[in-house]
């Protein structure tokens, strides 16, 4: 017997929370104040690939997030890109 669709949707509220929770949090701090909605799963990727390329600098890093973002913005017209 499957589980009803209410009780699979919280579950995977929960999942998603719990997902979100165990993010390192620096990138918690910098999902804070982000324009776009990430999914822990994707801000995860795309975290490690900032670290990796700014050689750990946290700062380096959420630098990077931020560049990301204006891309994909400017990508989808809401923003224009930077000069």
Known sequence: MTDPPS??????????????????????EWLAGARLQWS????????????WQS???KRAAMARMDALEDA?????GLHPPPE
């Open 72 to 76: 994909a913005l400017a990508r989808e």
């Open 55 to 57: 050689l750990g600098r």
């Open 40 to 51: 822990p799963a994707s801000a995860r990727r795309a975290w490690r690939r900032a670290m």
């Open 7 to 28: 009780l699979r949707r919280a579950r995977d509220r929960r999942r998603v929370m719990a997902d979100y929770d165990a993010l390192p949090p620096a990138l918690r």
